[in-house]
């Protein structure tokens, strides 16, 4: 997957966990130190998760530049530590992309983005 961070696209394979019970995007604050991107601090919220009890976002990453699958896409995302991935697509981005088909069997999705 591609990224745009402050010094450039870099490459960098990430693992992305698409999320229906997560309301917003969120990247762990790991992967904006290592690819130095932009944190603004001024959105702060507290998440329930799902073991019980809530963290605190540490900001927000704004039109972060990603690719995935020949695909350029900008997102939103909540910093936060996340555990067992490096990025969550939540209801935020999926609302994005309109009427989606899912086949679980398979586990794909298909939806139509920009024609």
Not at 72 to 90: A, I
Not at 99 to 111: E, Q
């Amino acid at each position: 997957m591609l990224l745009k961070g402050l010094s450039g696209i870099k490459l960098c394979e990430v693992i992305v966990l698409v999320n229906l019970r997560s309301t917003y995007n969120f990247v762990d604050h790991k992967l904006t130190k290592r690819l130095n991107l932009l944190v603004e601090p001024s959105c702060q919220l507290k998440v329930m998760i799902v073991v019980g009890g809530s963290l605190a976002t540490q900001g927000v990453c704004k039109s972060v530049l990603r690719e995935s699958q020949g695909h350029q896409f900008e997102t939103n995302f909540l910093v936060l530590s996340v555990k067992g991935c490096d990025l969550v697509l939540g209801i935020q981005w999926l609302m994005s992309l309109g009427s989606i088909m899912w086949d679980f069997a398979t586990l794909t999705m298909l939806f139509e983005y920009r024609d």
